[in-house]
């Protein structure tokens, strides 16, 4: 009996359309924080984050390893709660938004490392240079909100990259090198999808 169901799941896992389609779903801003941190002269650990966030997930549920996720970040939209400092890190020493006004993610591979959890490798573009990056997720709820009555999709990422990969190396070591990444995102199905 055990062998009989055995078989029919790879089977049916390997037959066309046994998985649930691919659904788009949009970033919902209002629910989705892109956070950093950063060491400041080894005291402490200089938090910021990013308002201006705006993405798509192809999500396939039944098989979280087939889903992507493109999303963009508007450099100029950064805050540490010190205006000065934020014109500082817009400025060419560091994100230099007057001619790259974004950063950008983009998915290439999924791998699904444990229940709820995966690793989301893409590529980040910030300055015009591209690098990997491997976001580590946890998946903390996919089905229907209840504010609205639709379909979403909710993940925590955190990730780590060098600032000096994408040119900025400025202060470095005084200000830190290595550059935490913290994410909260929440995403809703696109009507008609």
């Not at 100029?76 to 006004?101: C, E, M, Y």
């Not at 925590?156 to 060098?162: E, F, I, P, Q």
Request: aromatic residues 6%; proline residues 4%.
């Amino acid at each position: 009996m055990k062998s009989a169901i055995l078989c029919g799941l790879v089977l049916g896992c390997s037959a066309p359309g046994a998985w649930a389609a691919t659904s788009t779903y949009d970033l919902n801003k209002d629910h989705t924080d892109v956070s950093f941190r950063i060491s400041h002269a080894g005291f402490t650990l200089k938090h910021g984050e990013f308002a201006d966030i705006s993405g798509t997930l192809q999500l396939d549920s039944d098989h979280l390893e087939a889903s992507s996720v493109d999303v963009s970040v508007v450099a100029a939209s950064i805050w540490t709660n010190h205006a000065k400092r934020d014109q500082v890190l817009q400025g060419t020493d560091f994100l230099d938004g007057a001619h790259f006004p974004s950063l950008h993610f983009v998915s290439t591979h999924v791998v699904q490392t444990a229940p709820g959890k995966l690793d989301v490798t893409g590529t980040l573009t910030l300055r015009g240079i591209s690098r990997p990056l491997v976001l580590h997720a946890s998946v903390n709820r996919i089905g229907i909100s209840p504010f609205g009555n639709t379909p979403a999709a909710g993940f925590t990422a955190t990730g780590t990259l060098k600032r000096s990969d994408y040119g900025m190396d400025a202060m470095i070591p005084m200000i830190g090198d290595e550059v935490q990444i913290d994410i909260d995102a929440e995403f809703k199905r696109s009507s008609g999808t």
